[in-house]
């Protein structure tokens, strides 16, 4: 009997540990990893893709503006990369970097590929994975403004929603 009562206190307190293991480790780390620029008739396929979803209200992503006014010349496409590591044991799921907007900022969105708007970011656990922003802005937004952006950072780990915020300078 004295040797059962051992092996079950031995037991609960791995048990305990693990739990504690898991709930501190249970967060996303995320780094900036680049940006890239391209204007917007060097996307038109994309911009006229855009376009047309704002003016159907059926954009997936975040629109910062009512439509999509103009042609392509008047907007830069900004894609940023970010490196999302997950060192827990439980997995993240619905991620989703967001910019704080600023002015002239039309709309952004997050994807797994920078071809593919709005999946289903995951980041298994003990894994790490690039997520890509693309934010379209107007062109004549002040340069300074852009390099200092930051981007909220929001996903799910055990059902409850989790914020970071990011810089990128």
């Known amino acids: 009997m004295k040797y059962a009562a051992i092996f ?3 037991l609960v307190a791995v048990g305990l540990m693990l739990g504690v293991y898991t709930y501190a480790n249970a967060h996303l780390t995320a780094a900036a990893v680049s940006m890239n620029a391209a204007q917007g008739f060097e996307k038109p ?3 006229a893709a855009l376009q047309n979803a704002m003016d159907h209200n059926a954009l997936l992503g975040t629109a910062y ?11 830069v496409f900004e ?6 590591r997950n060192g827990g044991l439980i997995g993240a799921e619905m991620v ?4 704080i907007p600023l002015e002239g900022d039309v709309l952004s969105y997050t994807t797994l590929d920078t071809a593919q708007v709005n999946a289903n970011l995951t980041v298994p656990a003990r894994k790490e994975r690039d997520a890509w922003c693309v934010v379209v802005h ?7 403004l852009r390099r200092q952006r930051k981007f909220r950072v929001t996903y799910y780990m055990w059902g409850m929603a989790k914020t970071m915020t990011v810089s990128y300078q």
């Open 96 to 99: 989703e970097i967001e910019p």
């Open 45 to 47: 396929e994309d911009f």
């Open 79 to 84: 894609t940023y990369t970010f490196r999302l």
């Open 8 to 10: 079950m206190a031995v």
């Open 138 to 144: 107007s062109a004549n937004q002040d340069e300074l």
């Open 65 to 75: 503006a009512d439509s999509l006014p103009g042609s392509s010349l008047d907007y």
